[in-house]
């Protein structure tokens, strides 16, 4: 078969050439974008005059005969078309003969696969924002169940003060709202269009480059052709985005296998979501969010992988950049997988109120509550925090709590303390006692569930299917 570039070349590829260069195995994913970005350039080649408007009508429809192919999985792929973008205008050709041949005037492969990959990234990012909102909203909705629920909160992973269960769970939902805004600023560098800067000097054919950005939803063409052609930053830039959402699922991951551990015991995660041993018949595994936490390493690679690529990279376009597809399509797919499973987890899952309550007295989670009880009453801080000291150390001796010593036992501590003092000792007085703003007590939590339900429309949890639309979504909840 002749090379749409053969012109200049006497003797065929070796075909182990073909099979070391292709990269139609892993880019035929872009097709849709790919037709969605020629059909917009044969638009502008007419309204600029290049082709005729019979001509347009004739590519365009070909190329949505072509998309049907795709979409009934019957187009024929062949190692020797190397790409998407030639699959594609092959096909043309071979449809609609000059016609065909008249679509890539003005264009290059360089500006088409760059744009390709923008609409396959600005897609993914409105993908990825929905699916973040879905489990945010998984998280909010348990927030009311489980309002009465009181959990040790860790520093070090040693108990350091009670808070409220949904103060956990909104916790996470603010780290999946930085990653969201994360996503909405990434998106804007994102959608300034590549097509028409060509391979890497422009053309001298009188193309209208803000006609294709904005039928493509661009906002604007991107201003200097050498820079476009090369740039990667955007892909970079998504799939850092994409490994901080994989540090947070990653973390929250090891949080729930440590809390579904026989050692903690605070949670149940449904059947459906854990797997037995094939020679321990009690086994019950966390597998699920043990991979959440495996995966994650496949998406904070994109990034190494990505800035490896391109550090070294004289302008403008170079054949090494075909792999940047490999480090953000892994990296995506795999966000995308670890996100759609994680709001039945979350919303399937089940605190395990005895086992927690039972322990709850553990640990002198009420320590800074009394601190902060000497405090109210004149006693310097550090002063409070070294009779509070002393005293856990005296209850560690005599293998009691904070709440079990007398009253004469504590004003001997100091006597600033009163009867009253056994209102903020024990865990739930001491969780109680939390007032300050974004704290982990009642009002406060309340008041953050109420900003959360404004915020996230709660909705049924739905399945997503993989819609590849090339319209710019909204960034709306
Ligand atoms: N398959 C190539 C890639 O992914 C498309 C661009 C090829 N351009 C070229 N000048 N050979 O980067």
Redesign the pocket.
């Known amino acids: 078969m002749s090379k749409a570039?053969g012109g200049r070349f006497s003797q065929a590829t070796d075909p182990r050439v073909e099979a070391f260069t292709e990269?139609i195995s892993f880019?035929a994913r872009l097709a849709p974008f790919d037709i969605a970005g020629s059909k917009a350039h044969a638009t502008m080649l007419a309204s600029v005059g290049l082709i005729s408007d019979a001509e347009r009508g004739q590519l365009i429809a070909g190329l949505d005969v072509i998309a049907g192919e795709f979409e009934r999985g019957e187009f024929e792929f062949k190692t020797e078309l190397?790409?998407?973008?030639m699959h594609i205008e092959s096909q043309l050709i071979a449809r609609l003969g000059d016609v065909g041949r008249k679509l890539h005037t003005g264009r290059?492969?360089?500006d088409?696969?760059a744009t390709d990959i923008k609409l396959y990234v600005r897609d993914a990012i409105d993908r990825i924002d929905a699916l973040l909102a879905d489990v945010q909203r998984a998280f909010v909705g348990r927030c009311d169940a489980d309002l009465d629920i009181v959990l040790p909160g860790y520093t070090h992973l040693q108990r350091a003060m009670p808070v409220l269960a949904p103060h956990y769970w909104l916790a996470y939902c603010e780290k999946f709202q930085r990653d969201r805004e994360r996503l909405a600023d990434c998106r804007k560098r994102v959608n300034i269009s590549p097509l028409g800067a060509a391979?890497l000097a422009g053309t001298s054919l009188p193309i209208d480059r803000h006609l294709t950005a904005k039928l493509l939803g661009f906002t604007e063409p991107a201003a200097n052709s050498l820079d476009v052609s090369s740039d990667r930053d955007f892909l970079a830039e998504f799939c850092f985005c994409l490994s901080l959402i994989a540090v947070h699922l990653s973390s929250w991951a090891e949080e729930w296998i440590l809390w579904f551990s026989t050692e903690f015991g605070f949670l149940r995660l449904p059947d459906a979501y854990t797997t037995g041993s094939s020679i321990m018949p009690q086994k019950r595994n966390p597998d699920v969010p043990e991979l959440v936490r495996g995966k994650s390493a496949r998406i904070m690679a994109s990034v190494p992988q990505l800035l490896i690529l391109l550090k070294g990279l004289p302008m403008a376009?170079n054949?090494d950049?075909?792999e940047?597809?490999l480090a953000a399509f892994n990296a995506a797919d795999v966000t995308i997988s670890c996100l759609e499973l994680l709001p039945n987890v979350v919303a399937g899952a089940e605190l395990n109120r005895e086992k927690i309550a039972a322990r709850l007295d553990d640990g002198f989670l009420d320590a800074t509550a009394l601190m902060e009880y000497l405090i109210k009453r004149g006693v310097p801080m550090r002063s409070g925090h070294e009779i509070v000291g002393k005293l856990v150390a005296k209850c560690e001796a005599e293998k009691r709590r904070l709440g079990d010593l007398s009253l004469d036992e504590l004003r001997e501590a100091d006597g600033a303390i009163d009867e009253d003092v056994y209102s903020v000792l024990g865990t739930n007085n001491a969780v109680a006692a939390l007032v300050s703003y974004g704290s982990g007590g009642k009002e406060p939590v309340e008041e953050q569930i109420r900003r959360w339900k404004e915020r996230l429309v709660l909705k049924r949890i739905a399945p997503r299917g993989n819609g590849t639309s090339t319209t710019s979504g909204s960034q709306g909840e």
Do not use: G, T
């Open positions: 570039w990269s880019d190397e790409d998407i973008h290059s492969r360089n088409q696969v391979a376009y054949r950049l075909q940047d597809k």
